[in-house]
């Protein structure tokens, strides 16, 4: 480590030299150096892969509406936005975005007796783990991603998909105040799954890697700390 530091301020040196040299004007010396090792950009791990997969689900799907709870805004959100309008739900407020194919409501999908929109495309990326450990201003629920995903399946159209990702691991764990952590299987038994279908199942591995289109039932899906992305209709 300490030698691809010398070699990094090495090379900045020589480049400086030599873009002078060159008659290059410079205003300011700023060193980065840690870029010339790294490859062109990230392209794995949980987020990359799961807002990029599933906005090409909806974009082949065309659905009449779609809605996304808690997804990030700068990622899965942003995507979907670049070819269709899509209505966004956080419990936490948002600042004006100037797009207008991006719509906000504040909610609390916790809630109970509340009225939430409808649509036949519903989607909450990495979001419901958090549900209930008041990370984000919610109040305090251990069965806030119950009460949560009950809510999600109470908005969504007879025969509509549900587009649900959340950290998967060997058991069921509560990183107390970051995150919860499931077995692949334990959403399958839900309560509230009873009114839905897996339609498909992806996840993404410790080493960040995706895996598409897998049996949830019949693969062993040894994993830590990954990401499933599963895919519901609601029958």
């Not at 950009?41 to 599933?54: M, T």
């Not at 009114?195 to 890697?209: K, P, Q």
């Amino acid at each position: 480590m300490k030698k691809n530091k010398i070699n990094d301020y090495l090379k900045y040196r020589s480049d400086f030299k030599k873009f002078h040299e060159l008659g290059g004007l410079i205003s300011h010396r700023y060193p980065i150096w840690s870029d010339y090792r790294k490859q062109a950009g990230s392209s794995g791990g949980d987020y990359f892969h799961q807002d990029l997969l599933v906005a090409s689900f909806i974009h082949n799907k065309k659905p009449s509406k779609h809605i996304d709870v808690g997804s990030r805004i700068d990622g899965f959100v942003a995507h979907v936005a670049a070819f269709r309008k899509i209505q966004v739900l956080d419990i936490r407020p948002l600042s004006p975005l100037g797009h207008l194919n991006i719509e906000f409501i504040q909610a609390d999908l916790m809630a109970t007796n509340i009225v939430l929109p409808k649509a036949d495309s519903i989607s909450c990326l990495h979001a419901i783990e958090h549900f209930g450990l008041g990370r984000y201003g919610d109040s305090i629920d251990p069965e806030g991603h119950q009460k949560g995903f009950s809510n999600l399946i109470s908005m969504l159209e007879k025969g509509g998909n549900l587009y649900l990702s959340f950290p998967i691991g060997r058991q069921n764990e509560v990183h107390f105040n970051a995150h919860r952590v499931f077995h692949p299987l334990d959403v399958l038994t839900w309560p509230s799954s009873k009114y839905l279908s897996l339609e498909r199942f992806d996840y993404v591995d410790d080493a960040g890697n995706l895996h598409q289109n897998i049996d949830l039932q019949a693969h062993d899906i040894n994993v830590t700390l990954g990401c499933g992305i599963y895919t519901f209709v609601k029958i």
